[in-house]
């Protein structure tokens, strides 16, 4: 499926303008829209939430807080606006819990999660477990954090995927070309992009943010058709 997520965020933080961005990048074919916890106001998020809905995009909060009580502030804060999906964060049972009879899909992070912007650490087979624990607690999917891992990449997502039988959320520094047929080319359920790739700039260095998104989606529907 590959869908891409925008995340208009810089080491995990959403940026202020948040609201700025959306209008700017509303027309440009993305249908998926998601920020961090950390960043503007829940009034700001509130308005984004409400523009999101105006223009059907689907909706992501990823929890980059550490603290079990921060993630439960965060998962609540979640079911207040609304969102379609949270994903990310790693207190998976906590989380369950105050999502039971809410219509929100949750993808929590697999592995060993450190430091601020969050990296992935653990070998291959530790994550892999961790994602078939969270399969089998009842998790929608999980979320691996990409190329913030300091270890084999597409081999650490087929081996989540030859042992699970859930979907995958790919994030962190997706921010090539390369890197979103790659992800496309593997099948995952959707990925995000943000800092690094779309307001960066870093896909047509002169363009507009409309024009980094419609150029990753042209990649990943040619990605598609191999």
Request: aromatic fraction near 8%; glycine fraction near 8%; include cysteine.
């Amino acid at each position: 499926m590959s869908n891409l997520i925008f995340m208009p965020t810089w080491y995990d933080v959403t940026v202020y303008n948040v609201i700025d961005v959306f209008n700017d990048i509303k027309d440009s074919g993305i249908t998926h829209f998601g920020f961090k916890d950390i960043g503007p106001s829940e009034d700001v998020y509130e308005e984004l939430m409400e523009l999101c809905r105006k223009e059907r995009m689907t909706t992501y909060i990823e929890i980059v807080r550490p603290t079990k009580e921060e993630n439960e502030k965060s998962v609540d804060m979640a079911v207040r606006l609304g969102v379609d999906h949270i994903i990310g964060g790693t207190w998976i049972d906590s989380t369950l819990k105050l999502l039971e009879g809410k219509d929100i899909k949750y993808w929590p992070y697999v592995g060993k999660i450190v430091d601020h912007p969050c990296l992935l650490r653990g070998t291959i087979e530790e994550i892999t477990e961790d994602a078939k624990t969270a399969e089998e607690k009842g998790v929608d999917g999980v979320n691996i954090l990409s190329y913030r891992y300091d270890g084999d990449v597409v081999g650490l997502i087929k081996s989540v995927q030859d042992n699970t039988d859930i979907p995958i959320i790919a994030t962190g520094w997706i921010n090539t070309y390369e890197k979103v047929r790659q992800m496309t080319e593997l099948g995952v359920w959707g990925f995000t992009m943000g800092g690094t790739s779309i307001l960066s700039k870093k896909l047509v260095p002169e363009g507009t943010l409309s024009d980094q998104l419609a150029a990753a989606l042209k990649t990943i529907e040619e990605a598609k058709k191999k």
